[in-house]
């Protein structure tokens, strides 16, 4: 199993920017793609962005493409998502997960390891 843990949410105004972090351990980082959803008030949980275990690869929500990037560093066991232009409507909060597999996937039954979320709120 791994363990994730999220930080980067807060309170935003919107047209703002935030930039989420996620630090894994438990197991080897570069073997998994990694993944962010989202899940907002009285929604179900969504795919937003992925990337693959080397970081050649990278998967968006189509909606999102152009104000969401997902990287990640291996040296440091971490990924990220930077937001910019944030509007209302992308207030969720915000889950990272591991992939049992190396190639990025949009589908949350590709991932067995998810964090405990950070809340993403974005003021009008």
Request: hydrophobic content about 30%; glycine content about 12%.
């Amino acid at each position: 199993q791994v363990q994730l843990v999220e930080s980067g949410g807060g309170l935003v105004q919107a047209g703002g920017s935030l930039r989420l972090s996620c630090v894994a351990s438990g197991r080897f980082f570069s073997r998994s793609a990694m993944g962010w959803f989202r899940q907002g008030p009285g929604k179900e949980r969504e795919f937003v962005a992925s990337i693959s275990g080397s970081g050649s690869f990278i998967s968006y929500e189509d909606s999102l493409k152009g104000r969401f990037t997902i990287s990640r560093d291996n040296t440091e066991n971490t990924v990220y998502l930077q937001m910019s232009s944030l509007k209302p409507e992308d207030t969720a909060v915000y889950y990272c997960a591991s992939s049992r597999y190396t190639d990025r996937s949009s589908s949350s039954r590709d991932y067995d390891s998810w964090g405990q979320g950070t809340q993403v709120t974005v003021s009008s």
